[in-house]
């Protein structure tokens, strides 16, 4: 034994079994609620060459990113699930049918500065499809809905409440600003990105300094508090702007009229998803009850997903739930109660008098009505077996001891009213 | 674009959606038998300290390990999932109730010479039982039948045909050893792993060539042949030995009366897993028809999980199998078959005429139902849309035009026959 320390790193999750069962719950929900939506998994290398991973990253990326060189390649760690993706369609271009529906759940890595609910490792849950050359806005359409059955079934299941899904199109922006004669964009483009963060009187001075021009500031501002009616009259009537208006039209209809809740579906003209990736339809997505969470759901329409790996023109729409930091916030805002139970049997099966062979009969028959147990092997007294029963946080206890088997019966004991009765094995599915 | 190739990395499995369907397929069936043999899930970091990993590693290890440096921690991939278990458990003691049983299914990396069969980064999927001081021995008892539990279901749903799983237990060659007073144990014991692999001359040769005496080399050679039943006959009083044929009955006994076919529980005195980890019961799985294959699933029963972090006694026992190698070999077998389909759908919904809201009113039905479908947003004509649902293989096509609407009706296409019928959505769920 040395002095080594046993902590994990710091920003990557480790769960207590109480914990990690949530999680896990969290995580089936969201995948099985992305496979009925059509999507087929897909599981890629953690690993891949650092050339591939960077061929399209910035700055901030390449800072973050954990590199690592074995023979005499240099390897990394993907920092998302899209960059992988899209060497994987430009790979097997030939193999694939598209429009291209793949969800894929799993870790990415990022070397952030260690805070607060950041991560490190985290898991990223993605849906992406991917057309040949063109993709129809209806597929747009698909995303805010898979949103919103994700998230009605984190409801249902774990009393998230409801969700507001924010849609905006890029192309509103880019049709205003053509028309306005707007040269440099960025800068506005990211004082929108940070208006929920500041003061509307921080945010208007802001915009003052931008040097605008009256005319151009009113538009923009009018923009920004337009509902999705009043785009008409901005007076902006350049052709990007009307393809935008019009997207957006088409995806919050449909959207609207899918099934689910309309309302959740919202215009917010003040979302912008970063600077340049994204060219069409964005999406966020925030729990009304826990503003302060932030996007807990974000995603968008890309022009062309692989342009670094092949000069096939591939746009994609896709969203992604940063699974790790929303169980983080959902747990630490009481939302998530880590499960009162360190296992996930129903009942522990304690043999007595060496009954060991009817137990694990008995267990074979309980698990083909659905009943998941385990057997305590321990040669203890009863009372420190029951102990453990107990510390475990199993609901229900089986004895099944001599006289027990003498009779053709077990005894079932409640662990919450320490009720016990004597029945048949077989009866116990409608005991519990 | 650039000249980036966009193979993955050598060693690395990235499945096409065909392949990677069947993959989910026996991933899900491990993972279910494991939870439903009363398992826990946890889920650990993929990275860690290099120290931490490395703390009780020998000389392969070392070189075959992936390592990495960020900012000044000497970091390193997991190689396997025990040590990041042994860490986990030293860590959480005070927290874990014990006998502690969890499952983790997850990625493991060995830079490995890349050769055919051999990856690099593959899945491990793990079973354990962890006691605090000591472990009766029927929890050893519970990895034969979990083992048998998974292979029963894999060949049940793909059909993978019988297995064989061998017991041994290490006392008995301890014992015996110690009772004939050899002191180099180690060269014999590599000798004994590698029999199988050797004919029975080259095995015989090779016997000799240690130069152990003749009446050491009878007793060796009667215990390498040895029923159970003849273990008494060796002549070996030893207490070691005595103890290890104790529990190898109580282990076989308790697998053969589990439920589970008796005949897949073989005692074979020639299996041996490794030279100094485990220290009694241990465990090798082969594919009856596949012999070739080698062990499929393997494990045994260790003394002291985490000496290297803890000086508590954690004595434990678990089985592993490595799943990425085993889908390889039997997709490479035949006995798999990548899924005929590009899509996990059951139905292509195709709206026409533009009825987009109905199509979506119609899926989420259908979802309520089970029905996995996904919509064609395309505005190609329809022959070209049906030339697409063939490319992706999906069963039906369901088609809703303005027709279908006034009446009340979808059109059901079953793709493999050409068969068509009007029904309503709420038939469909019965038509298929």
Chains 1, 2 share one sequence.
Request: aromatic residues 8%.
């Amino acid at each position: 034994m040395s002095n080594i320390s046993t902590k994990p790193l710091s920003g990557f999750m480790e769960l207590l079994p109480e914990e990690q069962q949530v999680f896990e719950q969290i995580k089936s929900i969201i995948e099985s609620e992305y496979r009925d939506s059509g999507f087929i998994p897909m599981d890629q290398p953690l690993l891949d060459r650092k050339e591939v991973l960077l061929a399209k990253a910035g700055g901030e990326t390449e800072k973050q990113i954990y590199e690592l060189t074995k023979g005499d390649t240099e390897l990394a760690l993907r920092f998302d699930l899209t960059v992988p993706l899209a060497r994987y369609v430009a790979n097997n271009y030939g193999s694939l049918t598209f429009p291209f529906r793949r969800y894929t759940i799993g870790k990415v890595y990022r070397g952030e500065r260690a805070q607060a609910g950041r991560f490190r490792e985290f898991y990223q849950c993605d849906v992406d499809i991917i057309g040949n050359e063109n993709l129809a806005i209806g597929y747009d359409a698909e995303m805010p809905i898979a949103i919103a059955r994700v998230f009605k079934r984190l409801d249902e299941e774990m009393q998230t409440g409801a969700v507001k899904i924010r849609i905006n199109n890029r192309k509103l922006f880019s049709g205003i600003t053509e028309e306005l004669g707007l040269t440099d964009t960025q800068s506005l483009l990211g004082l929108i990105d940070k208006k929920e963060k500041i003061t509307a009187e921080e945010f208007e001075k802001s915009l003052q300094e931008l040097g605008l021009g009256e005319e151009t500031l009113s538009v923009i501002t009018a923009f920004l508090d337009s509902s999705l009616e009043k785009l008409g009259q901005l007076g902006i009537s350049n052709g990007v702007f009307l393809e935008g208006v019009s997207e957006l039209q088409t995806v919050l209809n449909l959207a609207k009229n899918s099934g689910f809740e309309p309302e959740q579906f919202v215009f917010d003209p003040t979302i912008v998803r970063g600077l340049d990736y994204y060219t069409g339809t964005i999406f966020e997505t925030n729990l009304v009850s826990y503003p302060e969470f932030g996007s807990v759901c974000s995603g968008g329409r890309y022009d062309n997903l692989a342009s670094q790996y092949t000069s096939r023109s591939l746009p994609g729409v896709g969203i992604s739930i940063g699974l790790s930091r929303l169980f983080d916030q959902l747990l630490k805002a009481g939302v998530l109660q880590a499960s009162p139970n360190k296992t996930a049997s129903q009942i522990l099966i304690i043999p007595l008098d060496e009954q060991y062979i009817v137990a694990l009969q008995t267990q074979k028959l309980l698990r083909e009505s659905g009943i998941v147990s385990e057997i305590n092997w321990s040669t203890s007294k009863l009372d420190k077996r029951i102990g453990y029963a107990d510390k475990l946080g199993v609901p229900y206890v089986m004895l099944i001891g001599e006289n027990e088997v003498a009779d053709g019966l077990v005894t079932l004991r409640n662990m919450q009213t320490g009720e016990e009765s004597k029945i048949t094995a077989s009866e116990v599915a409608n005991a519990l």
